[in-house]
């Protein structure tokens, strides 16, 4: 890292150099204005306004080697000159002389603003656009969005692994052009600022370094939680083409993953001044039940084909059930779960419907059965290149808790007759659940049981855990699964947890497979969803873990994990390699193609079950 002493002194042979508290400032040789403190460092072009070096350490540490910047071409036309003040940069109109600057950036330690001001001759600055390269930094904006690449202040800029600026606009009545596209030669992430004009004479953009995180008494100053801190948030990423919670800021909205967000928002401190985690995840139902398609509903199309099936995922509507209702007991916003009951109930009803044999399973239109697969159709859940099919043991689980949920929603806006039905629904289910899943030769949950009545199982460790997590086995019992999947890690040889966990701990031979592709894990054990080491799912683990009192393992699983979430192990690319960290193999090559996965990021919330964290560990 340049020292004060040395930044001074090339600065110095340069020409200009300032000295700012905690921070330097200078134009350098090449004609780029420089500030760096602990927080944040930025450069801008000399003869336009723009940025060529962005980046930023949230908690103070000075890791700031990370450029974030998309590389550009320079404007054709260049119509601004530059002067230096004290810790700003100024930029006038080059063709009408004004004492007042059209941009002018203006910095301290912590924060940095943006202001743009319309000079009286009618002379119209340009908007300040930053773009972002995608596959640096899988950057974001989070705050409300009602329309297509429009941001509304106060908002949120998140780096993963770096750090957040919180980000407001003086003026309630402007907004953010807000931009993020992954099909082209360089993925981007584009936030273009509106300059001041005849009717917002002055506008100040301010830009505030934070890091956002619960604070948990029992792991500050603990340097092995810097994953957390760094990657609370992550989970949560907006897209603005379709202005909802998204994969990622350029990728796909999955209906099935919305009640993962509504999870890690229930925990998640403000994100800015009246600004909340749970708003973008309300955002995001207005959008599903303003009739928007996502990923695991029929009708949803994408470049890639979209969800090919006739029938919606089993844990769609779940998802959706789980969202919603959490949003309104947590917020406690009664006028919005009042105006949207109808449709929450109405996902419920489609859900139970589903349970055709009135077993009190709900099941999946395809049968699952083995060698029905033809590369093409997709299965009953997440897990979309495993041919879970018929009764899902996964859904199931999520059924039954967005129907507990649903049933306490039901009482808290008085529909008592809706509260009596959605649990009788639930303790069915409940009832049912173990005989229909459990496969007594290996001692666990079978992952599905086709139409034929076979049991599908490769020692699945989410449907497990999920199962477990939500109450759905019994404690005893709950214990002695928990012991054969552990046990069964340890036989086929899966020990790094640094690299997360697998789906499953059994090859899944191709007539179980939905994907033809080898490179998708198609005979091919350990690559993607066919055993695959990742982030998703491995909360739940950890969680039924320390539901059961076995911290220690719990611990064994999580510590390691959070080590690589500090060190950005499941986002980026690999080096050398057009694949992805959001799965390895268990020698740790890369299988991913998302380059960022916001499930991946759920397991830090089990770090609120960790209340005495052994140092051992």
Not at 167 to 188: E, I, K, Q
Not at 193 to 218: C, M, N, Q
Request: with cysteine.
């Amino acid at each position: 890292m340049i020292t004060r002493r040395n930044f001074i002194q090339q600065s110095a042979m340069a020409g200009i150099a300032i000295g700012l508290p905690n921070s330097l400032a200078a134009f350098t040789k090449d004609d780029t204005f420089v500030f760096q403190s602990r927080y944040f460092k930025i450069q801008l072009r000399k003869d336009y306004p723009i940025f060529n070096f962005f980046s930023t350490d949230s908690l103070g540490e000075g890791m700031l080697s990370v450029n974030t910047i998309l590389e550009t071409d320079s404007p054709e036309d260049n119509v601004y000159e530059a002067r230096i003040e004290r810790d700003n940069i100024a930029y006038f109109s080059k063709t009408k002389r004004s004492d007042i600057p059209l941009w002018k950036c203006s910095v301290s330690p912590r924060s940095f603003s943006l202001q743009t001001h319309w000079n009286e001759n009618n002379e119209y600055a340009l908007p300040f656009t930053i773009t972002f390269a995608q596959k640096i930094n899988h950057c974001t904006v989070l705050g409300v969005m009602e329309e297509k690449n429009v941001m509304k202040f106060p908002c949120v800029l998140h780096f993963p692994g770096m750090g957040s600026f919180r980000v407001y606009c003086d003026d309630p009545s402007v907004t953010l052009s807000y931009d993020a596209d992954r099909n082209t030669g360089n993925p981007f992430v584009k936030l273009s600022f509106p300059a001041a004009d005849e009717r917002h004479k002055k506008l100040t953009y301010f830009f505030e370094s934070v890091a956002i995180y619960p604070e948990l008494d029992y792991i500050s100053d603990d340097k092995r939680f810097d994953g957390f801190r760094r990657n609370f948030i992550n989970i949560f990423q907006m897209n603005p083409r379709i202005y909802s919670l998204a994969n990622n800021s350029a990728s796909d909205a999955c209906t099935f993953t919305l009640y993962l967000y509504a999870e890690m928002a229930q925990y998640t401190p403000e994100l800015a001044k009246g600004l909340s985690a749970m708003d973008l995840v309300r955002n995001t139902l207005d959008r599903y039940f303003g009739g928007m398609k996502g990923y695991g509903e029929v009708g949803y199309i994408n470049p890639a084909g979209g969800w090919q099936s006739e029938y919606d995922s089993c844990d769609t509507a779940p998802s959706v059930i789980m969202a919603a209702c959490n949003y309104v007991l947590h917020t406690k916003d009664l006028d919005w779960g009042r105006a949207n009951y109808k449709h929450i109930r109405g996902w419920a009803a489609k859900m139970i419907a589903t349970d055709r044999n009135k077993d009190g399973i709900i099941e999946y239109g395809l049968s699952g059965n083995s060698g029905s697969w033809d590369g093409v159709k997709r299965p009953a859940n997440w897990w979309d290149t495993i041919g879970f099919g018929h009764d899902d043991a996964y859904s199931n689980a999520l059924a039954y808790r967005s129907c507990l949920l649903l049933a306490k929603l039901a009482q808290l806006l008085e529909k008592t007759a809706d509260d009596q039905y959605f649990r009788a629904f639930a303790a069915n289910l409940k009832a049912n659940y173990f005989n229909n899943f459990y496969n007594a030769e290996t001692g666990v949950l079978a992952g599905w049981r086709s139409e034929d009545g076979r049991l599908h199982d490769y020692y699945f460790v989410f449907v497990n855990s999920v199962a477990i997590s939500y109450g759905l086995i019994e404690e005893k019992k709950a214990a002695a699964i928990m012991r054969r999947i552990l046990d069964k890690m340890k036989t086929v040889g899966f020990t790094d947890f640094r690299l997360g966990l697998p789906g499953n701990l059994l090859p899944i031979p191709k007539e179980d497979y939905t994907d033809i592709e080898e490179r998708y894990g198609y005979g091919a054990f350990q690559v993607y969803e066919n055993g695959g080491a990742t982030g998703c799912y491995a909360y739940f683990t950890v969680h039924a873990l320390y539901k059961l009192g076995m911290n220690r393992e719990a611990e064994m699983i999580l510590m390691p994990m959070l080590e690589s979430y500090k060190n950005g192990d499941f986002q980026g690319h690999c080096p050398g390699s057009d694949k992805t960290k959001d799965w390895k193999s268990w020698n740790g090559e890369c299988w991913g193609y998302e380059g960022f996965l916001v499930d991946n990021f759920l397991t830090l919330l089990a770090v609120f079950d960790g209340k005495i964290i052994d140092e051992n560990v």
